[in-house]
């Protein structure tokens, strides 16, 4: 099965300031990668997906990832974040019957 | 337009008790169903996923099991529930090849 890794447990940042949330995936063969968010006691909404075409996929909020074939990685990125951003961010993958694999997730903490 | 609902929102159940988790999607026929947990530091697992009636995939071995009477409900159930079990359970949907997810379940297991 495949599977993703978020390099960042927690990502605590200034409001305004850019943020890169990190993503690597595990295989080499063609892989469909996506972003949720899940704001407290709520459940996940998806941000952006990345299925096959450019490599550079823009999402909703402002947030945008580029997949990256010979790093394999998925990064989130967003050039100035807001105090709502603050929030929970899953990388996934999808494996057999369309199941999403996820990460342990990054808590994004935006602060003033 | 469609929409997913779980219930209930939140649950407290003692130890050994039984549990049956809800959920049913509106406004589509025979989508592909998912159950996730969240545990505390554990990140979000794949529990079961159904592609119809009387459909389940496990992917992880525990006590829990799921059911699928009909095409739009697909129910989470234990018999015996443990404190490992707590968590927040969400639903989720297939619609092409994205997955939406319902509101969520949390479960606190004394």
């Known amino acids: 099965a495949q599977s993703v890794t978020q390099l960042d447990s927690q990502v605590p940042v200034f409001e305004e300031a850019p943020v890169e949330l990190r993503c690597n995936y595990s295989?080499?063969?063609?892989?469909?990668l996506f972003w949720y968010v899940q704001y407290p006691n709520q459940g996940l909404q998806l941000l952006l997906k990345y299925l096959s075409g450019s490599t550079l996929v823009k999402g909703i909020n402002g947030f945008e990832a580029e997949f990256n074939k010979s790093q394999t990685s998925f990064h989130l990125r967003k050039p100035s974040v807001h105090i709502s951003d603050t929030a929970e961010y899953f990388c996934a993958v999808i494996n057999s019957g369309y199941a999403l694999n996820f990460g342990k997730g990054t808590s994004l903490l935006v602060t003033p | 337009s469609q929409t997913i609902h779980q219930w209930p929102a939140t649950l407290v159940q003692p130890v050994g008790s039984p549990l049956s988790l809800e959920c049913t999607v509106e406004g589509t026929s025979n989508p592909n169903l998912y159950w996730y947990r969240q545990a505390a530091g554990r990140g979000l697992q794949l529990l079961f996923y159904?592609?119809?009636?009387?459909?389940i995939s496990s992917e992880v071995p525990q006590n829990l099991s799921a059911s699928r009477p009909q095409d739009r409900q697909f129910i989470l159930s234990s018999k015996k529930l443990l404190l490992s079990d707590s968590g927040f359970y969400l639903c989720?949907?297939?619609?092409?090849?994205?997955?939406?997810f319902g509101p969520g379940t949390r479960l606190t297991v004394t």
């Open positions: 989720a949907w297939l619609q092409g090849n994205e997955q939406y």
């Open positions: 159904s592609v119809g009636i009387g459909q």
């Open positions: 295989s080499s063969v063609s892989v469909y």
